[in-house]
T-cell receptor, first 112, second 116 residues
Framework: AQKITQTQPGMFVQEKEAVTLDCTYDTSDPSYGLFWYKQPSSGEMIFLIYQGSYDQQNATEGRYSLNFQKARKSANLVISASQLGDSAMYFCAMRYTDKLIFGTGTRLQVFP | DTEVTQTPKHLVMGMTNKKSLKCEQHMGHRAMYWYKQKAKKPPELMFVYSYEKLSINESVPSRFSPECPNSSLLNLHLHALQPEDSALYLC???????????????FGPGTRLLVL
């Protein structure tokens, strides 16, 4: 069965430090897509980064990079140089057929 | 521009009321989605529209009625809701249905619904 697992309910990081948010997935489909979204307390889900299962290189978008390890079925999000505004809930998600399956989320808190 | 707008931002309604949530996008996307999100949980898919036709209904109770009047607009009509329906309702759109190409879903800011 298709499944996304985020094992860290909460993470703390100091401003300007890097942080890694873990995500593992399970699927038997060779074609899939992996996404990370940020949800601040305001509620909006903000798209951060995407990795396709056939992409050879790890995706990067500004301070966000996705550490894609296909054999280990992991798609960890790395945020470099954390900022106070990065404090939010982060969801990993996977496309399965025509749907998005979400993990349970990790709450990141950035402190000065 | 990846903007999806939703109105209203907040809604309080009684169990006998009828109300509607509205979602709009002008990105030319042909797939639109409704999600329900309870506090501290991930979003749950409710409905998917593709080219203005209902593609997926995730066994949602009939007190929720979606409508897609045109390619830019998605409504969710609410009638005789229960207090347990109180949640954040998120709308999203993507260029086409997931699995058919450009598949990133862009979300709106959501409507916080409270049913009394």
């Amino acid at each position: 069965a298709q499944k996304i697992t985020q094992t860290q309910p909460g993470m703390f990081v100091q401003e300007k430090e890097a942080v890694t948010l873990d995500c593992t997935y399970d699927t038997s489909d060779p074609s899939y897509g992996l996404f990370w979204y940020k949800q601040p307390s305001s509620g909006e889900m903000i798209f951060l980064i995407y990795q396709g299962s056939y992409d050879q290189q790890n995706a990067t978008e500004g301070r966000y990079s996705l550490n894609f390890q296909k054999a280990r079925k992991s798609a960890n999000l790395v945020i470099s140089a954390s900022q106070l505004g990065d404090s939010a809930m982060y969801f990993c998600a996977m496309r399965y057929t025509d749907k998005l399956i979400f993990g349970t989320g990790t709450r990141l808190q950035v402190f000065p | 521009d990846t903007e999806v707008t939703q109105t209203p931002k907040h809604l309080v309604m009684g169990m006998t009321n009828k109300k509607s949530l509205k979602c709009e996008q002008h990105m030319g996307h042909r797939a639109m989605y409704w999600y329900k999100q309870k506090a501290k949980k991930p979003p749950e898919l409710m409905f998917v529209y593709s080219y203005e036709k209902l593609s997926i209904n995730e066994s949602v109770p009939s007190r929720f009625s979606p409508e897609c009047p045109n390619s830019s607009l998605l409504n969710l009509h609410l009638h005789a809701l229960q207090p347990e329906d109180s949640a954040l309702y998120l709308c999203a759109s993507s260029q086409v249905l997931m699995g058919q190409g450009a598949e990133t879903q862009y979300f709106g800011p959501g409507t916080r619904l409270l049913v009394l």
